[in-house]
């Protein structure tokens, strides 16, 4: 890796989850909201939809700003051959936390990095799962768990970062891929390819 100065990095995200990931490791960022249609096909196996989507917000920001690194990511949660996304109301986000009572799941992450150097156009792209096992919980335990987070802008309607301890019997995997980035394999993916690296202290 050459000693010029790492590029500057932007989240091509709007989730408060994703910058709290980012920061709390250490890096210095930009926020820039993407103004996508995310794609919705279940035909699409599960890693595709992530990749695509992940790609199509990374691509929507980073076309704008080039010279920087932008990252796009995408979350989606899938029980048997099911793929939940994000809710559409609080009806579906209690049928979803009903179907998950008691069983395990997979959550994938896909993240998306592009770089336009010049003529040049750096991609990188990877795809985590993690194994989430969610305790039995009956009715009236679900509607409290509801009551004390925002479920419909979550995939899978809940989140291990909010009282997840109510509902999460155990994790076998990253759990910041659960909350919405895989940050050991985003971290090693800056370094690697971009020689951008985390502060060691932020003031």
């Not at 799941?105 to 795809?127: D, N, W």
């Amino acid at each position: 890796m050459s000693s010029a100065p790492a590029p500057p990095l932007i989240l091509a995200s709007a989730s408060p989850r994703r910058s709290d990931l980012l920061r709390a490791a250490g890096y210095r960022f930009t926020v820039v909201k993407p103004e996508v249609v995310e794609i919705e096909d279940p035909a699409i196996p599960i890693r595709e939809l992530t990749a695509r989507n992940a790609r199509l917000k990374a691509d929507a920001v980073a076309s704008a700003h080039p010279g920087a690194v932008t990252i796009g990511a995408d979350t989606l949660v899938l029980l048997g051959d099911t793929v939940f996304g994000k809710p559409i109301d609080r009806a579906e986000a209690a049928r979803m936390l009903a179907e998950l009572s008691g069983r395990t799941h997979q959550v994938f992450t896909a993240v998306s990095f592009l770089h336009h150097e010049g003529e040049k156009k750096i991609v990188h792209s990877l795809t985590v799962a993690t194994e989430v096992t969610f305790k039995t919980l009956g009715p009236d335990e679900r509607s409290a768990y509801h009551a004390k987070i925002d479920p419909l802008d979550k995939a899978g309607a809940y989140a291990a970062q909010e009282e997840g301890g109510l509902i999460i019997e155990r994790i076998t995997g990253s759990r910041s891929n659960v909350v919405g980035l895989p940050m050991d394999e985003v971290a090693e993916a800056l370094e690697r390819h971009f020689g951008i690296r985390a502060e060691t202290v932020l003031r």
